[in-house]
């Protein structure tokens, strides 16, 4: 391996160990796709909201239109939201795949996790996008815009439309809050890549706050495991040293019970959690 390839993994890995999250440079690939996106976005937010109600989810299914909803109770963060399983969008969602396939193979490298074993895991994997739409709020600070939470994906792909701020992360007990960067991506790592990297990498805890005058917009796209695969710590990592700290468990089950519980951190992965302290 080269020394600049050795230099940026070893800076890969310590953004996933410190951070959870970091920017990642698109060089314009996708820019006229997410062009596109983003003004089917803001027309889609500015119809009516009986228009836009007409997108509701059906009972039973998380697909739609709405506010973030809490145990059937809407909750009080300040942003309406469309969460979709990605049919739709395919020439974005294809070009997001590669670079997805791309990051957790550097991720598979720097745990030196056998690289068919990584794609076995997440090639044609599970994928779904949330498209946020936080108004402007003249008293910011009296609303939040997105609960603090970690992402039940292996990693998501945030796109922040026109450069509006609001991104927080926390990192030793503080927010700190996520500079926008024009022509880059932020990239979360989720639970899933915590649980896989056997406690490695740390899924980010992150919040969303509300602007005074400017409406922000982000898309995120989240990327899992294929459907038939099992969530655990990767084999190739536990030893007889390295325990596994995490249990294993099915996708479905993995789904099913991240979905039913609150938005908030580590939900699912703190109850997978092996000889919690
Ligand atoms: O709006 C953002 O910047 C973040 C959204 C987010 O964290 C999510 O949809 O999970
Ligand atoms: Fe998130």
């Not at 953004?15 to 920017?23: K, L, N, Q, T, V």
């Not at 990605?86 to 598979?108: D, N, P, Q, R, V």
Request: proline letters at 4%; aromatic letters at 10%.
């Amino acid at each position: 391996m080269d020394d600049k390839k050795v230099s940026e993994l070893e800076k890969l890995q310590s953004a996933c160990r410190d951070w959870g999250i970091f920017h990642l440079t698109n060089h314009g690939v996708c820019s006229s796709l997410m062009k596109k996106l983003d003004g089917a976005i803001e027309n889609f937010y500015g119809l009516p909201v009986d228009e836009k109600m007409k997108f509701a989810p059906q009972p039973g299914n998380s697909q739609g239109y709405g506010q973030v909803v809490v145990g059937g109770e809407v909750n009080s963060d300040y942003v309406e939201r469309f969460y979709m399983i990605t049919e739709s969008l395919e020439a974005y969602m294809e070009e997001l795949e590669k670079l997805a396939i791309a990051l957790l193979g550097c991720l598979a490298e720097t745990l030196k996790i056998d690289r068919e074993v990584m794609l076995k895991m997440y090639e044609k994997g599970m994928q779904s996008v949330r498209m946020n739409y936080y108004p402007p709020y003249p008293k910011p600070e009296l609303v939040t815009g997105l609960t603090a939470h970690s992402d039940g994906s292996a990693i998501t792909i945030l796109h922040q439309v026109d450069g509006v701020d609001g991104l927080q992360v926390k990192q030793d007990g503080v927010w700190i809050p996520v500079q926008f960067l024009p022509n880059a991506f932020v990239v979360n790592i989720g639970d899933i890549v915590e649980i896989w990297s056997n406690g490695v990498y740390k899924s980010a805890e992150h919040k969303v706050t509300v602007n005074e005058n400017k409406r922000r917009i982000s898309i995120g796209v989240f990327f899992n495991q294929k459907v038939e695969a099992e969530i655990g710590p990767a084999d190739s990592l536990i030893n007889s040293e390295n325990p596994a700290l995490f249990t294993t468990v099915t996708s479905d089950k993995y789904l099913k019970e991240f979905f039913s519980r609150k938005l908030a951190v580590n939900t699912y992965l703190e109850h997978m959690r092996i000889n919690k302290s």
